[in-house]
């Protein structure tokens, strides 16, 4: 499974971004997906994540209730719909297949990893 990234940018804070993960050989219908990103001289950290079905859904608590992942399975694409996007969310994002069918916050469980893409938000 090969990921791609897409739809960061260079926007001002309160602005709305969707980015977009599309496995571009085997479908991952059946992974569970994440989204991580990492600014500079920090971590990686879990930022949303989906269950093979889109049931079942889990968001950091620094993006709760102003981010969306969601999924279409039949296009073969997760989404992440950023809302009143903040400074402190300025970080490369990062797709990433999950093992097994649900999602993790964890890193280690996630064995395909898309490229990422930068999201810049300006004060």
């Known amino acids: 499974v090969q990921l791609q990234a897409s739809g960061g940018g260079l926007v001002q804070a309160g602005a709305s971004l969707r980015l977009s993960c599309v496995s571009s050989?085997?479908?991952?219908?059946?992974?569970?997906v994440g989204w991580f990103r990492q600014a500079p001289g920090k971590e990686r950290e879990f930022v949303a994540g989906i269950s093979w079905n889109g049931a079942f859904t889990y968001y950091s608590d620094s993006v709760k209730g102003r981010f969306t992942i969601s999924r279409d399975n039949g296009k073969n694409v997760v989404y992440l719909q950023m809302n009143s996007l903040k400074p402190e969310d300025t970080a490369v994002y990062y797709c990433?297949?999950?093992?097994?069918?649900?999602?993790?916050?964890?890193?280690?469980?996630?064995?395909?990893w898309g490229r990422g893409t930068l999201v810049t938000v300006s004060s």
């Open positions: 050989r085997r479908t991952f219908t059946n992974n569970g």
């Open positions: 990433a297949a999950a093992r097994g069918a649900s999602y993790s916050t964890d890193p280690v469980q996630y064995n395909y």
